[in-house]
């Protein structure tokens, strides 16, 4: 913390189709492009707001001669108000943290930057006395939130809880995008695994993942794209029409359902696919209800585990074992 200076089934295919996926997007549910930004969507996959751009920013350089219009913009959508300033390395690290954290909302919240060395009127009405400080405005009310840096998660919560105190007071808007972010540069690895993707190579895609894992066995990011991939090969192999029938025939045939599964999780049918397999987790035992539950948490990994669909579901799961 520093002192101021003076100065974010069957119905759903056409006869004869094989539900082929695409390489770079499962039908729509999977974006294996997109997923290596914070927060990213995964299509089908529920972001923690409605926006539908990735890398959109959700920042704003605030001034004294556009507060007033920011003030009265936070009747629509809360503004989170941050105040740094470059004499202090920290509150402009912490700044960008809580812009990537911003944009994760996607419209549900607006981020303001404020350098409180150039505008100290600002500071003023906020009665900041330091740099970081972070207040928000809601319906044209101030609402203190950190007076120093603070840990991601921590600072998550609390926006949380400002979206709560939005919605209670009728602040419920989205904010369209300021702007486009920059796309960040993939690894060798991943862009290799990118490249062979788009070419059709799923076999070669698997390969640069199953490397990149063997160089860091705690990237999670090549460890969630293998489990995308895996999901494009198995679908497509598959004769959707045949699968689907087989499943409707014998709804205990353990193999038809994960096919099933696997084809409604690629077709951004997800609910469907975790309710099926659940509902196998409670009528299955021994070697079969370990084979559906190793398949469910596989693709709790290719939807995302920040969607709250998977929530709900892992919450399901626990009470299905247990």
């Known amino acids: 913390m520093s002192e101021f200076p003076q100065q974010n089934d069957q119905h759903r295919t056409n006869p004869g189709s094989h539900e082929q996926a695409v390489p770079a997007s499962v039908r729509g549910a999977v974006d294996l492009g997109a997923m290596h930004s914070p927060e990213a969507d995964t299509s089908g996959a529920a972001a923690p707001s409605a926006g539908t751009n990735h890398g959109a920013s959700y920042r ?14 936070s009747t629509t959508v809360p503004v989170v108000v941050a ?4 004499q202090s390395p920290e509150s402009e690290t912490f700044v960008e943290t809580l812009a990537e954290l911003v944009d994760s909302y996607r419209g549900k919240l607006l981020l303001g930057t404020v350098d409180a060395s150039k505008e100290q009127q600002i500071a003023q009405v906020f009665q900041a006395q330091s740099v970081p400080t972070v207040v928000a405005m ?22 949380d809880e400002l979206l709560t105190l939005a919605a209670e007071n009728g602040v419920t808007g989205t904010a369209e995008p300021t702007a486009q972010a920059a796309p960040k540069q993939l690894p060798p690895l991943h862009q290799e695994a990118l490249d062979k993707l788009e070419a059709g190579d799923l076999h070669g895609a698997e390969a640069s993942y199953n490397k990149a894992l063997a160089e860091n066995p705690g990237d999670k990011d090549a460890k969630l794209a293998l489990a995308q991939v895996h999901l494009l090969q198995r679908v497509s192999e598959m004769d959707a029409n045949a699968v689907r029938q087989t499943a409707a025939d014998d709804p205990q045939d353990i193999r038809a359902a994960l096919d099933v599964a696997d084809l409604d999780v690629s077709g951004g049918h997800v609910e469907d696919a975790f309710r099926r397999l659940l509902q196998l987790v409670r009528t299955t035992t021994g070697e079969e209800k370990d084979t559906v539950r190793e398949r469910l948490v596989e693709l709790f990994d290719v939807v995302g585990s920040e969607d709250p669909r998977v929530t709900t579901a892992r919450g399901q799961l626990m009470r299905a074992l247990f």
Do not use: C, W
């Open 83 to 86: 105040l740094h300033a470059p």
């Open 138 to 159: 809601v319906g044209g009310q101030a609402v203190p939130l950190v007076n120093s840096t603070v840990p991601a998660d921590q600072m998550r919560q609390l926006l």
């Open 60 to 73: 704003v350089s605030i001034t004294v001669q556009d507060f007033q219009k920011y003030a009265e913009q």
